[in-house]
């Protein structure tokens, strides 16, 4: 089957859409598509496997637990280690984000 990573399609995008690509008991791929949504304020993402993400359009913020913040445009890409709480702080509605996500133990 061949997919386009950039097709959106006549989806509703009132939310944040999570759609896997390849899913195993080891390994998540997945597409994020976010149209303005962030982490809600006081909530923090603590995952229990890593998480390299690579944002493919758009412009985001993530942040650290710690105050840190990191910008991102399209291309950027970085590692979350397991269990670095983070949360979305910003993300651009128009155009929309288009993340990759790979969520694995990579050490």
Request: proline share 5%; glycine share 6%.
């Amino acid at each position: 089957m061949i997919g386009n990573i950039f097709e959106i399609g006549e989806r509703s995008l009132d939310r944040e859409l999570f759609e896997p690509l390849i899913e195993t008991d080891q390994l998540l791929v997945e597409r994020i598509i976010s149209t303005g949504q962030t982490t809600p304020e006081g909530e923090w993402y603590d995952q229990p496997r890593d998480e390299w993400v690579l944002l493919l359009q758009g412009e985001a913020q993530l942040m650290y637990e710690d105050g840190r913040t990191i910008d991102l445009k399209a291309g950027n890409y970085l590692l979350i280690p397991a269990h670095q709480k983070h949360r979305v702080s910003y993300t651009s509605n128009n155009p929309a984000c288009i993340w990759l996500a790979i969520h694995a133990l990579f050490a």
